[in-house]
């Protein structure tokens, strides 16, 4: 079946440690996009990818970084700069990155960290 | 992205319609209306999405207002399982989303 893995599913870390985020997509989409969930909030974004080898800052950038590399592929690591990580993350994917078709996401990593 | 309101919950008894309101006043004309929904620790679930005319899959029907600034998303025999929460977003047709899931609306179905 095609779509959208993220892994871990929970992940815990001490404070000051930069932890990755994976995010593989069977799809063959060529957009990706991560979000943080905050309790009882909307999603907000912090990076997306339309092609390999590029990718911008979403509203939320700051104290994460990410790659794109291969087609399939997003990580996204949660530096020590960010400054309240604990959250839960969410990628998605879809068709180009103009066109109207929708947004497929995984089923999230909730991260904690102490 | 234009901006989107939805009453923050509504109640629905299982077996009847639940028509989930959402304004989009300053919607414009190039400029999607989309559904998802979030069920609790999972990732959001494509719904529907249409421009202007009324559309309907298997899950559920979009009626778009002839004015385009609201539109409602119809579950036509809700379900215990159909209760998550809502979220209309409207998005053009270029770019990436950037910032666009509110808090939507909370849906419960009850037995």
């Known amino acids: 079946d095609g779509g959208i893995t993220q892994s871990p599913k929970y992940l815990f870390r001490k404070e000051g440690q930069n932890v990755t985020l994976s995010c593989e997509q069977n799809l063959n989409h060529d957009a990706m996009y991560w979000y943080r969930q905050d309790p009882g909030q909307g999603l907000r974004l912090i990076y997306y990818s339309q092609i390999v080898n590029d990718f911008q800052k979403g509203d939320i950038a700051e104290g994460y970084s990410v790659s794109r590399e291969k087609k399939e592929s997003f990580p996204l690591t949660v530096t020590s700069a960010q400054k309240n990580p604990t959250a839960f993350y969410l990628c998605?994917?879809?068709?180009?990155?103009?066109?109207?078709?929708?947004?497929?996401f995984g089923n999230g990593t909730r991260l904690t960290v102490t | 992205d234009a901006k989107t309101t939805q009453p923050p919950s509504m109640d629905c008894a299982e077996g009847r319609a639940a028509n989930l309101p959402c304004n989009h006043s300053t919607i414009s004309g190039n400029e999607y209306v989309y559904w998802y929904r979030q069920i609790h620790s999972q990732g959001p679930q494509y719904i529907i999405h249409?421009?202007?005319n009324n559309e309907t899959n298997e899950m559920a029907s979009l009626i778009i207002t002839e004015d385009r600034k609201s539109s409602t998303l119809i579950l036509p025999h809700a379900t215990l399982r159909d209760t998550a929460v809502y979220y209309c977003i409207v998005r053009g047709n270029t770019g990436g989303f950037k910032t666009i899931f509110g808090a939507g609306t909370r849906l419960f179905v009850k037995a």
């Open positions: 998605a994917s879809k068709i180009g990155g103009s066109s109207n078709s929708p947004l497929h």
């Open positions: 249409g421009l202007k």
